[in-house]
């Protein structure tokens, strides 16, 4: 089955610079890839979302770049903020298979 | 809307003891999903249900846990002969739709602790 690959486990940047996390998959037929966002003491949100007929999706400070070939994928936080720190997953899903396979998590501590 | 409803929130079993989870995902959500979460292996998938249909369970340890999920808001999680091991957050999420798009609305979790 399906597994994904992310890393670092453990992120630190300085308020204001970017964070980029990096996830990578097995399987080409996964077609679907969420990124997740848990805060302390909260369950996981969807924060973007890229499928495989995109390269590139950005929502506001949030950047998700694809590379099939590779079989890559990466979220950038651009002019991180304090309230950007928390576990991030990343995940890949693949058509006709409901289920999500994560990332094991990348924690990430923004500084000021 | 209430989201998707865990109990218990905590619990605390000895081991060798059973221990049971419950779920109540969004009204309306075709697909029912339990993962389990540790700080060592992140969000493990366990099982997904869609119409109350077991779909897949290839996640779950077979010997001891069992899932089912009698009707459209209600599912069920049983570790039985739990370990410390199985020390653990049980997240349950829903979606809705077919396919395999869309956003995973997760509960609050249960966190397990075996003793």
């Known amino acids: 089955g399906e597994q994904v690959e992310q890393l670092p486990s453990i992120l630190r940047v300085q308020e204001g610079s970017s964070a980029s996390i990096n996830c990578s998959y097995e399987d080409s037929a996964s077609n679907y890839f969420p990124w997740y966002k848990q805060e302390p003491g909260e369950n996981p949100k969807l924060i973007i979302d890229i499928r495989s007929n995109m390269e590139r999706k950005q929502i506001q400070e949030l950047i998700v770049l694809l590379d099939k070939k590779a079989k890559r994928f990466s979220l950038h936080i651009t002019d991180t903020q304090p309230g950007d720190s928390a576990m991030y997953f990343c995940a890949a899903s693949e058509e006709g298979n409901y289920k999500y396979v994560f990332g094991a998590g990348t924690r990430l501590k923004v500084i000021a | 809307n209430a989201g998707v409803i865990q109990t218990p929130r905590h619990k605390v079993t000895g081991k060798g003891q059973e221990a049971t989870l419950w779920c109540e995902p969004i009204?309306?959500?075709?697909?029912v999903f339990w993962y389990r979460q540790t700080i060592v292996q992140g969000l493990e998938f366990l099982t997904y249900f869609r119409n109350q249909a077991p779909i897949d369970d290839s996640g779950m340890p077979k010997e001891r846990f069992s899932a089912q999920m009698p009707n459209q808001s209600h599912s069920t999680l049983k570790i039985q002969s739990t370990q410390p091991q199985d020390s653990a957050v049980y997240l349950c999420?829903?979606?809705?739709?077919?396919?395999?798009?869309?956003?995973?609305?997760f509960g609050e979790g249960s966190k397990l602790t075996v003793l």
């Open positions: 009204s309306g959500h075709s697909a």
């Open positions: 999420a829903s979606r809705q739709g077919w396919g395999n798009t869309g956003q995973l609305y």
